[in-house]
């Protein structure tokens, strides 16, 4: 019942993370080396990122004017990615002399520190300045900058969309992105709103990707408004055969039996789901739903599961360990587009 994913889970190598993440990069390549350009951009300040060919007219050289030239820049971006934000001098300084014995052109070398939480300003300008003195760039992002910079350049791309959701739930299952606690995801909720808030748990099919690797907290969205919220303690796919709860495999938390018995009560009590205990769920169990009537002020409705940041929705931020109480304490009443 596991289905396969983009970004495979399983593997002990140490490179885990990089291998995924130039994965998804060359996902993006694939689909338009504009896309890149914008990715990289994001990355690198705003700096001005030229990926292929470039294609002139008319360019006068020192002795003629060629008709026509197809010119395409030397580019070498070197990254060291990290699971933590273990960055250190003596690593850095062995990159950068790596990088300068490849004797690449002018302008055309950066480094890029990809790290957990933001590096010291102390550090990054240390290193700047050790690649500036080299004629290499040097740059650092984290896990959650370069997701931002993917999002902002896919946009609406549904082909990329589901890639990067995929690549976003490793990102998130490795704990590699710190403001998971402050995220809500709302999810669309209609027929069995009822049933979600009486039992405290919400499902969706199996093949779709896991939210709690995003969000520590799930908002039921009704009637243009998460009308309440709850921590996400566990969340697991399952289904039945002969009448009793089959856990195919837990993804997050503990799956103790209570929890287990209020995913078979939910089953039950949602009947009006032809077979929805004959096909795998996931199945998001929470400490308790509270209410909270955030409202959505834009026309129209959700479209989708939206993720909301609880700082930019309350103005203060939960604790790491903040229950679904503390969060509705931050958010409820607020509004979002």
């Not at 300008?125 to 992002?141: N, T, V, Y």
């Not at 959505?296 to 959700?302: A, E, L, N, T, V």
């Amino acid at each position: 019942m596991t289905k396969i994913s983009y970004f495979q889970r399983y593997s002990q190598r140490e490179n885990h993370v990089t291998n995924n993440t130039m994965l998804m990069l060359r996902h993006v390549y694939q689909e338009s080396p504009r896309l890149l350009e914008s990715v990289l951009t994001g990355l690198l300040d705003d700096e001005e990122i030229a990926i292929g060919p470039r294609f002139d007219q008319q360019v006068g050289g020192a002795h003629s004017v060629p008709d026509a030239l197809i010119l395409q820049n030397s580019l070498n971006i070197y990254i060291e990615a990290k699971r933590g934000d273990w960055l250190r001098d003596s690593q850095i300084e062995g990159h950068l002399n790596s990088i300068e014995a490849s004797a690449h052109p002018a302008g055309s070398a950066w480094l890029i520190g990809l790290t957990t939480n933001p590096i010291e300003a102390d550090d990054a300008g240390r290193w700047e300045d050790m690649a500036r003195s080299r004629g290499i760039a040097f740059a650092s992002a984290t896990y959650s900058d370069l997701i931002t910079a993917l999002e902002r350049a896919i946009g609406d791309d549904p082909d990329l969309g589901v890639i990067l959701d995929d690549y976003k739930s490793f990102i998130g299952a490795e704990g590699l992105l710190p403001d998971q606690y402050r995220k809500i995801v709302a999810m669309l909720c209609g027929t069995s709103w009822k049933e979600n808030l009486r039992h405290g748990v919400y499902f969706e099919p199996a093949s779709r990707n896991p939210k709690w690797a995003q969000a520590r907290f799930l908002g039921i969205y009704h009637s243009k408004k998460v009308s309440h919220i709850g921590r996400i303690v566990a969340s697991a796919i399952c289904w039945q055969a002969d009448g009793k709860l089959v856990v195919d495999r837990v993804e997050f938390g503990e799956l103790g039996s209570e929890m287990q018995a209020r995913i078979g009560e939910i089953i039950e009590a949602a009947d009006y789901f032809a077979g929805l205990g004959d096909v795998a769920h996931r199945y998001y169990i929470v400490d308790s739903f509270e209410e909270a009537g955030v409202r959505k002020i834009s026309p129209g409705g959700m479209m989708g599961h939206r993720y909301l940041d609880i700082v930019e929705l309350g103005g203060s931020e939960p604790a790491p360990d903040a229950s679904s109480v503390d969060a509705v304490a931050i958010v409820a009443g607020c509004t979002f587009t």
